[in-house]
């Protein structure tokens, strides 16, 4: 045997030695990226939530001026809502077409639903709003100009209904 070279054992320790510090530095490593995935994941929850809630206040708030200017356009002094919401797509009392919404939106918090549809005493449509029973992040009073939300326990209880005083 040489003086300077390992044997087959010494050399086979060695790499066992090192396969084993590379798992030690691979888990150490897993358990670091799973750590700031826990402290991030959160946040990004919060932020997707807080996205879908803004989405839903803009859209919301595009049907409630739809609503009150297709209330507004009536021809004659009778000012009439929507016989439904698929009239803000086109208005057939024109001679010319007029559209108040270029599609119906889908409700941001929960697409698969369709949307609640606020109804008045006629059976006109009045506003909408989601039937999501999620609670809002924003649990204040919002004032989107053209209608006022109050305080809301769920998504379900903010009624897009434009201000149209009557």
Same mark, same amino acid.
């Given at each position: 045997?040489?003086?300077?070279?390992?044997?087959?054992?010494?050399?086979?320790?060695?790499?066992?030695?090192?396969?084993?510090?590379?798992?030690?530095?691979?888990?150490?490593?897993?358990?670091?990226?799973?750590? +700031?995935?826990?402290?991030?994941?959160?946040? &990004?929850?919060?932020?997707?939530?807080?996205?879908?809630?803004?989405?839903?206040?803009?859209? +919301?708030?595009?049907?409630a001026k739809a609503i009150?200017?297709?209330?507004?356009?009536?021809?004659?002094?009778?000012?009439?809502?929507?016989?439904?919401?698929?009239?803000?797509?086109?208005?057939?009392?024109?001679?010319?077409?007029?559209?108040?919404?270029?599609?119906?939106?889908a409700d941001p918090v929960?697409?698969?639903?369709? &949307?609640?549809?606020?109804?008045?005493?006629?059976?006109?449509?009045?506003?909408?709003?989601?039937?999501?029973?999620?609670?809002?992040?924003?649990?204040?009073?919002?004032?989107?100009?053209?209608?006022?939300?109050?305080?809301?326990?769920?998504?379900?209880? &903010?009624?897009?209904?434009?201000?149209?005083?009557?």
């Amino acid at each position: 045997m040489r003086a300077g070279k390992p044997s087959h054992a010494q050399g086979s320790r060695a790499r066992t030695a090192q396969r084993g510090f590379t798992f030690v530095w691979v888990l150490m490593t897993v358990a670091i990226f799973a750590l +700031g995935l826990a402290v991030i994941g959160p946040r &990004w929850s919060d932020d997707a939530r807080r996205d879908k809630e803004r989405e839903l206040l803009k859209i +919301g708030a595009m049907y409630a001026k739809a609503i009150a200017a297709y209330r507004a356009a009536s021809p004659g002094s009778v000012k009439n809502y929507p016989p439904k919401l698929e009239s803000l797509l086109s208005d057939e009392r024109m001679v010319s077409m007029t559209r108040y919404l270029r599609k119906l939106y889908a409700d941001p918090v929960d697409p698969s639903r369709p &949307w609640g549809v606020v109804l008045g005493p006629d059976g006109t449509v009045r506003g909408v709003y989601s039937l999501a029973d999620a609670a809002p992040l924003n649990n204040e009073a919002i004032d989107l100009g053209v209608l006022a939300l109050p305080p809301a326990q769920r998504y379900s209880d &903010w009624k897009f209904v434009p201000k149209i005083p009557e």
